[in-house]
């Protein structure tokens, strides 16, 4: 359908529309319209992929005078893919409507693993083996001499790709990473290189959180978006989470003894080029006095490694001179190697600022701040220079490097933390070292500062208001909508009569071990297919489920239904889940155990009958005695008046509504969400949780016994296999056809209730 948004047609590719989604369009183009930035929670299986793509393409389309790229971040290369579809569909319909004006370049990018098509390389068994694979046969000094000795094997692929040079160009169209793959098989190129190459002429790109907010790949990558661009981060709830890993670091013993052994071999490189060839070391060492970014102009193969984000007055800086010649260079890292070694005997917890922690390698190990700072970059320029291409080998100097100019270059917003032992397992020795940032918007603000407007989206936004405090932005749209429904899809219960919680003095009762086991053998035996049962914690799921072994539990429901459990190994995971689609495809029925935080609950949807029910076994608060997260509740209440309990609170929160939102996934779908513990009646709490979910988590579902949750059950599941009306009454409509939304235009219609 067409419809005009004020001055904007919109061109949506369905013939209805939900109401919630044309109000989600109209936020997004008073974002557009202000150059600012907006928070938006959108409830789960509303449309909301189609309705950000619809509307910002629609406004691009409108105002050709003034071009703007569509930069979409995700997830997952799943749903980069999915995100990818529903633009093949909308970009079909624009040119159905407007004719060839409408045509656009869009691509998804990727790692090489993902779109690599040498057999050879890509068979390797992880990213960093492909990468490292990959530059063994593209890197610019292999290639030349290849050229002198045909013995040496380079990629055919990217040999086609620089050989077309210029013509080397993907037509307009939608492109997923399979189809990038059959268009390079197809043309002899290589398409990661080609898809490197054309994000610079696309109109959308599709792409991973880290390529806008990981400064070591947005530095190659995303440096040559134009400032007009708009950015969208979907699934954006652990956003700042996201932000703090980009900038942490941790160094434990088998870090420091990879980076010795790396030295070795840097070593006896730099003794081999003295020996053949000592002009190449001193060209590098005369770029370097004359001030030049180490790789600045170096071909895209050879660019692989980038400079942490510094800010602008650091780039302008030149290479300290102490660490210029490559000798000398070496010899300061080893002193930084063996002062990290030292520092990690230690039989106590250490905490200190980056301040105080250079001060301490200047005083023990000489090494001054601006050395630290360009540590990262100038191992860049050395290991460019010494033609090294298995970069899988030195990951481990690597860590040191970044550690060290992340140390150097921030005075604030950082910890540096010793461990001894892992405080959960305090019986086993495994010093580490962790460099860990503390404020996410350190790694976003170049983004926000950057781009004309940045949309951050999810359905589990709530509470909406302590995001732009954590991220130290001001949007100009903040809004959390509801779900239209045309009957209630959705059934929540708080279950309290029975005492169930995972709060520390409770959980290891076996009275409440008991009653979790006890509910959930009751919920079997009446929900139909697949069930979702969500535990705080690795730890606290192994317990549980060993005790409702010994106990004779675990065998009793598995009378009902066949039990499948996420484990921390991603193989095993992936086959439970197989496992698990299967039990409820041939209607056996299945119960999954996942944990709050894992793979499983942050992007596997359980639609359908793979999910009927979803029940959440206590509050995944985070465990607050981690010295990380009491170093950073510090710092959020120092720098942003943000009190430990309301972001211990939020956090949990948002995590427990990431979990049973795996259950819907469309408005056809049907599901059921307990909540199981009583700290979910009380007010602060529950009111964390988004919109969509409270609407349904009525007072009369607060405090159930497990009697009355297994009475719900049964009608709930009774009514929801009655046959019902998807387009809704007309006092409540879910989904608006062409004539309606022409009337909504008019002004004709009042706004619909939903």
Same mark, same amino acid.
């Given at each position: 359908?067409?419809?005009?948004?004020?001055?904007?047609?919109?061109?949506?590719?369905?013939?209805?529309?939900?109401?919630?989604?044309?109000?989600?369009?109209?936020?997004?183009?008073?974002?557009?319209?202000?150059?600012?930035?907006?928070?938006?929670?959108?409830?789960?299986?509303?449309?909301?992929?189609?309705?950000?793509?619809?509307?910002?393409?629609?406004?691009?389309?409108?105002?050709?005078?003034?071009?703007?790229?569509?930069?979409?971040?995700?997830?997952?290369?799943?749903?980069?893919?999915?995100?990818?579809?529903?633009?093949?569909?909308?970009?079909?319909?624009?040119?159905? *409507?407007?004719?060839?004006?409408?045509? $656009?370049? +869009?691509?998804?990018? @990727?790692? &090489?693993?993902?779109?690599?098509?040498?057999? %050879?390389?890509?068979?390797?068994?992880?990213?960093?083996?492909?990468?490292?694979?990959?530059?063994?046969?593209?890197?610019?000094?292999?290639?030349?001499?290849?050229?002198?000795?045909?013995?040496?094997?380079?990629?055919?692929?990217?040999?086609?790709?620089?050989?077309?040079?210029?013509?080397?160009?993907?037509?307009?169209?939608?492109?997923?990473?399979?189809?990038?793959?059959?268009?390079?098989?197809?043309?002899?190129?290589?398409?990661?290189?080609?898809?490197?190459?054309?994000?610079?002429?696309?109109?959308?790109?599709?792409?991973?959180?880290?390529?806008?907010?990981?400064?070591?790949?947005?530095?190659?990558?995303?440096?040559?978006?134009?400032?007009?661009?708009?950015?969208?981060?979907?699934?954006? *709830?652990?956003?700042?989470?996201?932000? $703090?890993? +980009?900038?942490?670091? @941790?160094? &434990?013993?088998?870090?420091?003894?990879?980076? %010795?052994?790396?030295?070795?071999?840097?070593?006896?490189?730099?003794?081999?080029?003295?020996?053949?060839?000592?002009?190449?070391?001193?060209?590098?060492?005369?770029?370097?006095?004359?001030?030049?970014?180490?790789?600045?102009?170096?071909?895209?193969?050879?660019?692989?490694?980038?400079?942490?984000?510094?800010?602008?007055?650091?780039?302008?800086?030149?290479?300290?001179?102490?660490?210029?010649?490559?000798?000398?260079?070496?010899?300061?890292?080893?002193?930084?190697?063996?002062?990290?070694?030292?520092?990690?005997?230690?039989?106590?917890?250490?905490?200190?600022?980056?301040?105080?922690?250079?001060?301490?390698?200047?005083?023990?190990?000489?090494?001054?701040?601006?050395?630290?700072?360009?540590?990262?970059?100038?191992?860049?320029?050395?290991?460019?220079?010494?033609?090294?291409?298995?970069?899988?080998?030195?990951?481990?100097?690597?860590?040191?490097?970044?550690?060290?100019?992340?140390?150097?270059?921030?005075?604030?917003?950082?910890?540096?933390?010793?461990?001894?032992?892992?405080?959960?397992?305090?019986?086993?020795?495994?010093?580490?070292?962790?460099?860990?940032?503390?404020?996410?918007?350190?790694?976003?603000?170049?983004?926000?500062?950057?781009?004309?407007?940045?949309?951050?989206?999810?359905?589990?936004?709530?509470?909406?208001?302590?995001?732009?405090?954590?991220?130290?932005?001001?949007?100009?749209?903040?809004?959390?909508?509801?779900?239209?429904?045309?009957?209630?899809?959705?059934?929540?219960?708080?279950?309290?009569?029975?005492?169930?919680?995972?709060?520390?003095?409770?959980?290891?009762?076996?009275?409440?071990?008991?009653?979790?086991?006890?509910?959930?053998?009751?919920?079997?035996?009446?929900?139909?297919?697949?069930?979702?049962?969500?535990?705080?914690?690795?730890?606290?799921?192994?317990?549980?489920?060993?005790?409702?072994?010994?106990?004779?539990?675990?065998?009793?429901?598995?009378?009902?239904?066949?039990?499948?459990?996420?484990?921390?190994?991603?193989?095993?995971?992936?086959?439970?889940?197989?496992?698990?689609?299967?039990?409820?495809?041939?209607?056996?029925?299945?119960?999954?155990?996942?944990?709050?935080?894992?793979?499983v609950a942050k992007g596997i949807d359980f639609d359908r009958h793979y999910g009927r029910l979803v029940i959440m076994i206590g509050v995944p608060f985070q465990y607050t005695l981690s010295k990380i997260l009491l170093a950073r509740l510090e710092y959020l209440r120092d720098t942003f008046q943000i009190k430990e309990?309301?972001?211990?609170?939020?956090?949990?929160?948002?995590?427990?509504?990431?979990?049973?939102?795996?259950?819907?996934?469309?408005?056809?779908?049907?599901?059921?969400?307990?909540?199981?513990?009583?700290?979910?009646?009380?007010?602060?709490?529950?009111?964390?949780?988004?919109?969509?979910?409270?609407?349904?988590?009525?007072?009369?579902?607060?405090?159930?016994?497990?009697?009355?949750?297994?009475?719900?059950?049964?009608?709930?599941?009774?009514?929801?296999?009655?046959?019902?009306?998807?387009?809704?009454?007309?006092?409540?409509k879910t989904l608006l056809s062409q004539e309606e939304m022409e009337k909504l235009g008019d002004g004709s219609m009042h706004e619909m209730s939903y």
């Amino acid at each position: 359908m067409k419809f005009q948004i004020e001055d904007v047609t919109v061109y949506f590719p369905y013939d209805h529309i939900y109401p919630e989604q044309y109000s989600y369009m109209i936020e997004l183009k008073r974002t557009l319209d202000a150059k600012g930035h907006c928070l938006l929670e959108m409830p789960t299986g509303t449309g909301k992929t189609i309705a950000l793509l619809s509307l910002i393409t629609s406004y691009s389309l409108s105002k050709p005078q003034s071009p703007m790229k569509l930069i979409y971040c995700t997830r997952t290369v799943h749903e980069m893919e999915k995100t990818l579809a529903e633009l093949k569909i909308l970009h079909n319909y624009q040119i159905k *409507h407007l004719g060839p004006q409408a045509r $656009i370049l +869009a691509i998804g990018l @990727s790692s &090489r693993k993902n779109l690599c098509v040498n057999p %050879t390389v890509v068979a390797a068994e992880n990213r960093d083996s492909v990468d490292a694979g990959c530059r063994k046969l593209t890197a610019s000094w292999v290639r030349a001499l290849a050229e002198e000795n045909t013995d040496v094997t380079t990629c055919e692929f990217f040999e086609s790709y620089e050989k077309a040079a210029s013509a080397a160009v993907l037509p307009p169209g939608v492109y997923t990473l399979q189809e990038l793959r059959a268009f390079g098989k197809e043309k002899g190129w290589c398409p990661y290189f080609l898809a490197r190459h054309m994000v610079q002429f696309a109109n959308v790109v599709v792409y991973s959180y880290q390529y806008l907010l990981d400064p070591k790949v947005a530095g190659i990558i995303s440096k040559e978006m134009q400032k007009e661009s708009v950015v969208v981060f979907d699934e954006a *709830h652990n956003i700042d989470n996201v932000c $703090i890993e +980009a900038l942490s670091v @941790s160094v &434990r013993r088998q870090t420091l003894e990879g980076a %010795t052994r790396n030295l070795s071999r840097i070593s006896q490189e730099i003794d081999r080029f003295k020996a053949t060839d000592t002009s190449i070391l001193r060209a590098e060492y005369n770029r370097l006095v004359e001030g030049l970014v180490p790789g600045g102009n170096l071909p895209i193969t050879d660019n692989w490694l980038s400079n942490p984000a510094l800010p602008d007055d650091i780039l302008k800086e030149a290479v300290p001179g102490n660490i210029r010649r490559a000798e000398h260079f070496l010899h300061v890292l080893r002193r930084l190697v063996q002062y990290l070694s030292g520092r990690l005997d230690t039989e106590n917890v250490e905490e200190e600022s980056p301040v105080g922690f250079v001060a301490s390698i200047s005083s023990h190990a000489g090494i001054d701040q601006k050395t630290l700072k360009f540590c990262y970059d100038r191992l860049h320029s050395l290991m460019l220079t010494l033609e090294i291409t298995d970069t899988d080998e030195f990951l481990h100097i690597q860590t040191i490097c970044d550690f060290a100019t992340l140390v150097g270059t921030y005075g604030r917003g950082f910890s540096t933390i010793i461990e001894p032992f892992d405080e959960r397992v305090p019986h086993i020795p495994d010093p580490v070292l962790q460099l860990s940032c503390h404020d996410a918007s350190l790694a976003i603000k170049p983004v926000f500062d950057r781009f004309q407007s940045v949309v951050i989206t999810s359905g589990t936004l709530s509470p909406i208001d302590l995001y732009p405090r954590l991220l130290n932005f001001h949007p100009v749209v903040s809004r959390s909508f509801t779900m239209s429904l045309t009957r209630d899809c959705i059934s929540c219960s708080c279950s309290d009569q029975l005492p169930v919680s995972t709060k520390f003095d409770m959980r290891s009762d076996p009275g409440v071990v008991r009653n979790y086991g006890k509910l959930l053998l009751e919920m079997v035996s009446v929900v139909p297919d697949g069930i979702v049962c969500f535990f705080v914690s690795y730890s606290y799921m192994d317990g549980i489920i060993n005790t409702w072994n010994d106990s004779g539990i675990l065998k009793e429901i598995m009378q009902h239904k066949l039990v499948f459990i996420e484990t921390q190994e991603v193989v095993e995971t992936t086959l439970a889940l197989d496992n698990y689609r299967r039990a409820c495809d041939c209607g056996r029925g299945a119960v999954f155990f996942s944990v709050a935080r894992g793979k499983v609950a942050k992007g596997i949807d359980f639609d359908r009958h793979y999910g009927r029910l979803v029940i959440m076994i206590g509050v995944p608060f985070q465990y607050t005695l981690s010295k990380i997260l009491l170093a950073r509740l510090e710092y959020l209440r120092d720098t942003f008046q943000i009190k430990e309990g309301d972001f211990l609170t939020f956090d949990a929160l948002r995590q427990a509504a990431q979990c049973v939102g795996r259950v819907i996934r469309s408005k056809a779908d049907y599901g059921m969400m307990i909540f199981a513990d009583k700290r979910y009646s009380r007010h602060d709490k529950r009111s964390k949780l988004p919109s969509w979910i409270l609407s349904h988590l009525q007072d009369a579902n607060l405090n159930l016994s497990t009697d009355m949750a297994l009475h719900i059950a049964r009608e709930f599941l009774k009514k929801m296999a009655q046959p019902y009306d998807k387009t809704g009454s007309s006092d409540k409509k879910t989904l608006l056809s062409q004539e309606e939304m022409e009337k909504l235009g008019d002004g004709s219609m009042h706004e619909m209730s939903y």
